[in-house]
């Protein structure tokens, strides 16, 4: 059997830092980590909440034209 997670959005944004700011201050999300090099971060509201990234970041070449959604998945043991 398999346990599906939450789905979790992945946003590009210019500034990671300025966008978790704007999460927290204008709609009440908590900010949840920021990687050093600020180029990836998360906030949360309860139980969900977006990942955001910088363009550096992007994980492929092509033209980004709207989110991601990233669903986990992971196999239960009997």
């Not at 900010?31 to 971060?41: A, F, N, T, V």
């Not at 070449?61 to 991601?68: E, H, M, N, W």
Request: hydrophobic content about 35%; proline content about 8%.
């Amino acid at each position: 059997m398999t346990s599906i997670g939450k789905p979790v959005p992945e946003l590009p944004v210019a500034d990671v830092e300025r966008a978790q700011q704007h999460y927290r201050d204008a709609l009440g999300f908590e900010i949840g980590w920021l990687e050093p090099d600020k180029g990836i971060g998360a906030v949360s509201r309860g139980d969900m909440g977006p990942i955001f990234f910088g363009r550096g970041r992007r994980r492929s070449k092509r033209p980004f034209t709207g989110c991601l959604l990233k669903i986990s998945m992971r196999r239960m043991r009997n």
